[in-house]
C-alpha cells in the first residue's frame, strides 16, 4: 500500500480517532508510543531481512494501524486545551505553530512518513533517524 504523504503540521498516514476527554487524550498519546516502539521492531525486521514484504508492513503499520499515533495532534489539542494543565505545561508541549515538544513529535512523524513515501524503496537509515527523533520527542 502507498501511504498518503504526512503533512508537516502531524496529520498521519491513516485512521485517526477523536476524543474530547483530556484523560483519554493522555491516554492515546501514550498509546501512540507504544506504537511507535511497534514500528521500531517492524523496520529492525526489515533492515536486517532488506525485504520488500517487511518495507511494505511498515508502511501498512502506519497506514492501518498506527491510529494513535496519526492523531496525535488531535490529542495534544485536546491535553492543551484541558483546564487540568498549568500554562507552563501548556507552553512546554506547544504546538505546530508554537514551538515545543509537541511540534517535534510532528515535525519528526512528518518526516518519518514523508520518507516512507518518497518512493517503492525509501532510505530505512533516514527513516530510522527520523522514528529516533520522534520517539526521544514523544
Known amino acids: 500500500?502507498?501511504?498518503?504523504?504526512?503533512?508537516?503540521?502531524?496529520?498521519?498516514?491513516?485512521?485517526?480517532?477523536?476524543?474530547?476527554?483530556?484523560?483519554?487524550?493522555?491516554?492515546?498519546?501514550?498509546?501512540?508510543?507504544?506504537?511507535?516502539?511497534?514500528?521500531?521492531?517492524?523496520?529492525?525486521?526489515?533492515?536486517?531481512?532488506?525485504?520488500?514484504?517487511?518495507?511494505?508492513?511498515?508502511?501498512?503499520?502506519?497506514?492501518?494501524?498506527?491510529?494513535?499515533?496519526?492523531?496525535?495532534?488531535?490529542?495534544?489539542?485536546?491535553?492543551?486545551?484541558?483546564k487540568k494543565m498549568s500554562d507552563e505545561t501548556r507552553k512546554e508541549i506547544g504546538t505546530i505553530r508554537r514551538y515545543g515538544v509537541g511540534a517535534d513529535v510532528q515535525i519528526m512523524y512528518g518526516g518519518l512518513i514523508s520518507e516512507l513515501d518518497a518512493s517503492e524503496y525509501p532510505n530505512l537509515g533516514e527513516v530510522k533517524r527520523f522514528l529516533g527523533l520522534c520517539i526521544n520527542s514523544l
Request: aromatic content about 8%.
Open 1 to 82: 500500500g502507498s501511504i498518503k504523504t504526512a503533512q508537516f503540521a502531524g496529520k498521519g498516514a491513516g485512521p485517526t480517532k477523536t476524543t474530547n476527554d483530556p484523560e483519554v487524550a493522555f491516554k492515546n498519546i501514550k498509546l501512540a508510543s507504544l506504537e511507535l516502539s511497534k514500528a521500531q521492531s517492524i523496520l529492525s525486521k526489515a533492515i536486517s531481512s532488506g525485504n520488500d514484504d517487511d518495507i511494505d508492513s511498515l508502511k501498512d503499520f502506519f497506514e492501518y494501524d498506527a491510529i494513535n499515533m496519526n492523531n496525535f495532534e488531535g490529542n495534544a489539542l485536546v491535553l492543551l486545551q484541558s
